[in-house]
């Protein structure tokens, strides 16, 4: 398997609305994460990858931009930001932009000019059609964020699509000065010197020419746009001109944020001689448990989860790589949906699924406050929201169709909302958690004056700590990175237990996810007297092992 830097490299995700504010107006900013990069230097991380800082209205927080070249001002100014990205780089981190071009905010010059007329030089540069006759839009496609994708302008008497909110237009890539446009930003970020892209919703850049009616979904009042937008007809083609263009200039990491996305069509993204991206978020693993809507609170069957994860690990081995994550800012905290974050296990299971996640093949993704087993959000009262997924849902579903009661409704975004990934992060036991000196944009999780960044680094036994160690144990053995994986014990409902080879090295990962003993035959193989721990989240060093604890992980090495 061929070597890359970025292949054996640590992301940690920084969502800066809620890392640090460093100004007192409740609102997390760039001179905040300055102030910060020695505690992401200690936890051992290569890469921030950095949701958009862009300027924009915040109608989807920084994911709708009005200008590529300018800095939010909340967040702060270009000197800011040239500040934060030489303090990183001196202290050897990496930045890596989110490049949101699916889609504009509805107030970016290109569309304030292209809704004035249809002969307008940037009309083009969106996704305009006729209605299908009075107050009805060109198809029946649903937006991800409710109601119709088609926002109706009075201006031209005419609707532009938006895949996502409806001051999201989306972009009409098959217009080719748009990629120039794309192109040429971007190349003015990597002049710059940032080292990379997140791309923000890549898979739905190409549309099918025609915009036929998408299947609907019984409970769902719209069709269903994936068919002819998600892998659209030239999705390839624009993502190798892209590469061509410009990322094959520079030395970058890259990874597409590609929903939908099957193993075979990852080959093609990011496959080793595909000359497109380094590597994909695929979600397989986030959506299991969604029966036709994510609003649920379905528990994850560890089986379909390993059988999950073990088809990307073994599929994509030597063709292309995988990414590594339980958590970003669009999914609830990972020790509350797949481990157990009451008072008794919530360190334990933290730990546990860390070390299940780091030490598969990949490059791991760590979410802010992941590394601190932050908890999601005891919402009871559509009121606590900021999400616009949450709000315009809850209209839709219980004020306008009443297809479901608010009650249920609440209990679901508990479990599944963005913002549970979106309050503040949890810095010290001072008022708002150390975020901020004054009234923070989203509720601070009342659980910081025991969950949060001092406690963490003052326990040498913490969440923190044990996720240091893991990105240390990666720098310095090969085999976590490039070692091929095999699962062991596919039907055991209780415990994940997979292994790793390289040359005449093995590892044995064995994670328990529940809170019972559950007995373990070792390997053989493992129980050679060369054998040893190579991390614990129960301090266990050698000897025999019959059985794993509560949540417990343990890594062994021959
Ligand atoms: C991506 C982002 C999400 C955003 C959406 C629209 O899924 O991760 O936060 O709302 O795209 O840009
Ligand atoms: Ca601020």
């Known amino acids: 398997m061929k070597r890359a830097w970025w292949k054996e490299a640590v992301v940690y995700q920084i969502y800066p609305r809620s890392f640090m504010d460093s100004n007192g107006d409740g609102v997390g900013d760039i001179k905040g994460i300055t102030g910060r990069l020695d505690y992401l230097k200690e936890l051992g991380i290569d890469v921030i990858w950095l949701s958009p800082v862009y300027q924009s209205p915040n109608d989807d927080n920084g994911y709708d931009i009005s200008d590529y070249q300018a800095i939010m001002t909340e967040f702060g100014t270009m000197e800011d930001f040239d500040d934060m990205l030489r303090e990183a780089h001196e202290r050897g981190i990496k930045i890596m932009m989110d490049l949101v071009v699916n889609h504009t905010s509805d107030e970016h010059r290109w569309f304030v000019e292209s809704r004035k007329s249809k002969d307008n030089s940037y009309r083009d540069y969106y996704i305009w059609r006729e209605g299908k006759g009075e107050k009805m839009p060109p198809n029946n496609w649903g937006s991800c964020f409710s109601g119709s994708a088609w926002q109706y302008d009075e201006a031209t008497d005419m609707y532009y699509l938006h895949l996502f909110s409806k001051k999201q237009p989306d972009l009409n890539w098959d217009n080719e000065k748009v990629r120039e446009e794309v192109f040429s930003m971007m190349d003015w970020w990597c002049r710059k010197g940032i080292d990379g892209f997140r791309m923000d919703v890549i898979s739905m850049i190409s549309k099918t020419k025609e915009l036929p009616d998408g299947p609907v979904t019984p409970g769902n009042l719209y069709g269903d746009f994936g068919p002819y937008c998600i892998h659209g007809p030239n999705v390839h083609r624009y993502l190798?001109?892209?590469?061509?263009?410009?990322?094959?200039?520079?030395?970058?990491?890259?990874?597409?944020?590609?929903?939908?996305?099957?193993?075979?069509?990852?080959?093609?993204?990011?496959?080793?001689?595909?000359?497109?991206?380094?590597?994909?978020?695929?979600?397989?693993?986030?959506?299991?448990?969604?029966?036709?809507?994510?609003?649920?609170?379905?528990?994850?069957?560890?089986?379909?989860?390993?059988?999950?994860?073990?088809?990307?690990?073994?599929?994509?081995?030597?063709?292309?790589?995988?990414?590594?994550?339980?958590?970003?800012?669009?999914?609830?905290?990972?020790?509350?949906?797949?481990?157990?974050d009451s008072e008794e296990y919530r360190e334990r299971s933290a730990k546990m699924l860390a070390t299940c996640i780091h030490m598969m093949q990949g490059t791991p993704y760590v979410y802010q406050g992941e590394e601190?087993?932050?908890?999601?959000?005891?919402?009871?009262?559509?009121?606590?929201?900021?999400?616009?997924?949450?709000?315009?849902?809850?209209?839709?579903?219980?004020?306008?169709?009443?297809?479901?009661?608010?009650?249920?409704?609440?209990?679901?975004?508990?479990?599944?909302?963005?913002?549970?990934?979106?309050?503040?992060?949890?810095?010290?036991?001072?008022?708002?958690?150390?975020?901020?000196?004054?009234?923070?944009?989203?509720?601070?999780?009342?659980?910081?004056?025991?969950?949060?960044?001092?406690?963490?680094?003052?326990?040498?036994?913490?969440?923190?700590?044990?996720?240091?160690?893991?990105?240390?144990?990666?720098?310095?053995?090969?085999?976590?990175?490039?070692?091929?994986?095999?699962?062991?014990?596919?039907?055991?409902?209780?415990?994940?237990?997979?292994?790793?080879s390289l040359e005449d090295e093995k590892l044995l990962v064995m994670c328990n996810f529940t809170k019972e003993n559950r007995a373990i035959e070792i390997p053989q193989e493992f129980t050679k007297a060369d054998g040893k721990v190579l991390i614990s989240n129960y301090g266990r060093d050698n000897g025999e092992i019959k059985n794993l604890k509560p949540y417990e992980a343990l890594v062994l090495i021959v």
């Open 372 to 500: 601190l087993g932050m908890t999601n959000y005891p919402f009871t009262d559509i009121s606590q929201f900021r999400d616009i997924e949450n709000i315009n849902a809850y209209h839709e579903l219980v004020e306008v169709s009443g297809t479901r009661e608010s009650e249920e409704l609440i209990s679901c975004f508990q479990y599944k909302s963005r913002d549970n990934a979106r309050t503040p992060m949890q810095w010290d036991d001072s008022p708002h958690a150390g975020f901020t000196e004054g009234k923070p944009w989203l509720a601070v999780n009342p659980n910081y004056k025991k969950i949060n960044a001092k406690a963490e680094m003052e326990n040498p036994n913490s969440v923190f700590h044990y996720y240091k160690k893991l990105i240390a144990l990666r720098k310095k053995y090969d085999i976590i990175v490039y070692g091929s994986y095999e699962l062991l014990l596919p039907e055991d409902e209780n415990l994940y237990v997979y292994t790793r």
């Open 240 to 340: 190798k001109e892209m590469n061509e263009k410009v990322l094959s200039r520079y030395d970058l990491i890259t990874v597409g944020e590609t929903s939908g996305v099957t193993v075979e069509d990852a080959k093609r993204y990011a496959g080793e001689s595909e000359h497109e991206l380094n590597m994909v978020f695929q979600f397989e693993h986030m959506d299991i448990g969604n029966n036709g809507t994510k609003w649920n609170r379905n528990p994850v069957p560890l089986v379909e989860f390993k059988k999950v994860m073990s088809k990307w690990q073994t599929e994509l081995e030597g063709k292309a790589w995988n990414s590594l994550y339980l958590e970003n800012h669009d999914q609830p905290r990972s020790v509350s949906r797949f481990g157990n």
